[in-house]
């Protein structure tokens, strides 16, 4: 499962084993687990939330949706190369 950054205590990461859903991230408070926040990337370059299950504070979340936006093409291309795809499916 790619690691890709840590925010304070917060984890941002994506499962290996995403069966074909659209680009996405789960943060996660200091390592992977069942119950973490998820969050779609956009075909705008953007993310939305689709789930806070891990309760992270709304000012935190905020700052983190920033952060997921900002790296958007980061993170579609540690996608790619994880999941060896040439082409990205979006939420929306």
Not at 11 to 39: C, D, M, Q, R
Not at 46 to 64: E, K, M, R, T, Y
Not at 72 to 89: G, R
Request: hydrophobic content about 40%.
């Amino acid at each position: 499962m790619p690691n890709l950054f840590r925010f304070g205590k917060y984890l941002v990461y994506f499962w290996s084993n995403e069966n074909g859903e659209p680009i996405h991230v789960h943060i996660g408070e200091g390592k992977p687990g069942a119950n973490t926040t998820k969050v779609w990337l956009t075909s705008s370059g953007g993310c939305i939330l689709a789930n806070n299950n891990s309760h992270i504070p709304q000012n935190v979340l905020n700052d983190l949706l920033d952060i997921i936006s900002a790296q958007f093409f980061m993170i579609c291309s540690k996608w790619k190369q994880h999941f060896c795809v040439n082409e990205i499916t979006f939420y929306c």
